[in-house]
């Protein structure tokens, strides 16, 4: 009984079968190339693990249902998705027999972050202390709905390149229409930080690199005390 119970969960919830590879240590991607073909990437070159699915089928749903989980359809008029799930994860799947041998996915593990929510909160706050018009806040659960009671109606993203752009369409064609009286406004930011993400900076940091001029000096500073005390920052 306690079997079937697990096989009906890992049907229905989450990632059902990866889940466990995608909570192991270290682990930075799962891939399945089809039932039975399961691999993790843990930075050192692909891995098989012992893990499978019944048959295709079983990984056909498991793919509609995370995509279905990104907001997006996955069948046969739509047969692959490339998209960010809710936790952070990048997730691509292609349905069989577009692929082969079956249907094929991935799961791209979000870095853990190096700043907690309230230091992220701490250090913008810091950062505009001297502007009063800017607050700093902070909400769980739709965007729209946050806006709706600030009684706002106007979101502000940033595009950085063309890159950014598919994924921020795509979540303003949802706001809008979850929130038809919502308008979104992209701003470019100026030409000398087009090419500056979180992640590149990170790495830079960590593998020794100057991020002074690229962030403000105390996201600077903030980065030395987690160094310091010896908290790996990548």
Same mark, same amino acid.
Do not use: C
């Given at each position: 009984?306690?079997? #079937? ?21 270290? %682990?930075?991607?799962?891939? %399945? +190339? ?8 843990? /930075? ?7 893990? /499978?699915?019944?048959?295709?089928? *079983? %990984? ?20 692959? #998705? ?26 791209? %593990? ?22 009063? +018009?800017?607050? #700093? ?20 993203? /940033? ?11 795509? $979540? *303003?064609? $949802? ?37 002074? /001029? ?21």
């Amino acid at each position: 009984m306690l079997a #079937v119970y697990e096989a009906l969960r890992h049907d229905v919830v989450g990632a059902g079968p990866l889940e466990p590879l995608l909570r192991q240590d270290g %682990v930075t991607d799962v891939l %399945v +190339n089809g039932a039975d073909q399961v691999w993790i990437d843990r /930075g050192a070159g692909l891995e098989r693990t012992g893990i /499978g699915f019944p048959d295709d089928q *079983a %990984v056909r749903r498991l793919a509609q249902r995370l995509a279905a989980a990104g907001g997006r359809r996955l069948d046969d008029a739509s047969p692959y #998705v490339d998209l960010r799930l809710p936790d952070g994860s990048r997730f691509h799947a292609v349905l069989a027999p577009l692929s082969r041998p079956g249907t094929v996915l991935s799961l791209r %593990v979000p870095r853990r972050r190096v700043f907690t929510m309230e230091e992220r909160v701490d250090i913008v706050r810091h950062v505009f202390k001297a502007r009063p +018009n800017v607050e #700093v806040d902070t909400f769980d659960g739709l965007l729209v709905d946050y806006v709706a009671r600030r009684r706002a109606d106007v979101i502000v993203r /940033g595009l950085r390149a063309l890159s950014d752009f598919e994924t921020e369409f795509q $979540m *303003a064609l $949802m706001n809008r229409r979850l929130g038809p009286h919502i308008e979104t406004v992209f701003m470019m930011p100026a030409e000398q930080y087009t090419y500056i993400s979180s992640r590149l900076i990170k790495e830079v940091f960590s593998l020794g690199g100057q991020v002074r /001029g690229l962030v403000p000096e105390v996201v600077e500073s903030r980065l030395r005390d987690k160094q310091r005390g010896n908290v790996h920052v990548s």
